[in-house]
């Protein structure tokens, strides 16, 4: 006979007493550090749904199979960010404000969403394209074209640099903020240094700003920095004598464990 209140394949156990949307929204937040941490390719179910504090047969049920998880997450984190980026660029008009804009939109989203800087660096480094396709999927194409006639604007104009290819100036601008801000922890331990945020973050404003303006145009200057009273050049300080280098330690290569997902790769975690 039958048992009846038999448990169906992969549905959680019990009574649905837990808030059904604030479990997705949990499962899908640490989906995304997950991702971050790990990349697409080697994401790991099994590790989402033991921060998440769910059973990976509970992460099926709600999401149906792990690409839809990564796909569900993306979409709920991810695109929203990116998006927000180009509406950036799309919403002003004049070139120079919307290059700063697009640069403190991209500080600012480091820093409330800490899993994108790795995420984001790990796939433009993979030569698979999964999270290419999945942006090319989502996004409208003509937002580049957008940023494309700001360059032009701006080199019309004679405020931006005419040497920059307006083709490539917004995977330049990317490239070239997001990967300091990467390296910063690495870059500490490695030469021993200790690099304040604040001063890193004008760092790039300021190399970007200034290789982006032409030569002579003050409005590239990077964004809270004052111009000194009166048109004058600010007085130069003598630079104080440079410390020798720690010479790096040797690196201790120790093959790493296989995790829970490694084991278990061949039934899909």
């Not at 600010?234 to 201790?252: E, V």
Request: hydrophobic share 40%; glycine share 10%.
């Amino acid at each position: 006979m039958k048992r009846l209140g038999k448990r169906g394949p992969g549905r959680p156990p019990g009574p649905r007493t837990q808030d059904e949307p604030s479990v997705k929204e949990s499962i899908l937040l640490e989906t995304i550090h997950v991702l971050g941490e790990r990349g697409i390719r080697n994401f790991c179910l099994k590790e989402a749904s033991r921060r998440a504090k769910v059973t990976p047969a509970a992460v099926y049920y709600y999401f149906g199979n792990k690409k839809a998880l990564v796909e569900q997450a993306l979409d709920r984190f991810l695109l929203p960010l990116v998006t927000s980026f180009w509406e950036t660029v799309r919403l002003v008009e004049d070139p120079v404000e919307a290059l700063t804009r697009l640069l403190d939109t991209l500080m600012e989203g480091t820093k409330t969403s800490p899993w994108f800087l790795p995420l984001w660096s790990r796939e433009l480094a993979s030569l698979d394209g999964t999270l290419r396709d999945y942006l090319h999927s989502r996004l409208d194409r003509g937002t580049l074209g957008h940023f494309m006639d700001r360059i032009r604007k701006g080199q019309a104009e004679g405020v931006l640099n005419p040497g920059i290819l307006p083709e490539m100036a917004y995977v330049s601008l990317i490239a070239a903020s997001l990967f300091p801000l990467l390296a910063k922890d690495n870059w500490e331990r490695f030469w021993e240094l200790s690099i304040d945020q604040d001063a890193l973050e004008g760092h790039v404003r300021a190399t970007l700003m200034g290789g982006f303006m032409a030569h002579g145009q003050s409005k590239g200057r990077a964004p809270g920095r004052a111009i000194p009273q009166g048109g004058g050049k600010a007085k130069a300080k003598a630079m104080p004598k440079a410390k020798a280098m720690p010479k790096p330690k040797p690196a201790k290569l120790t093959p790493a464990k296989a995790g829970a997902c490694e084991r278990g790769a061949e039934h899909g975690g």
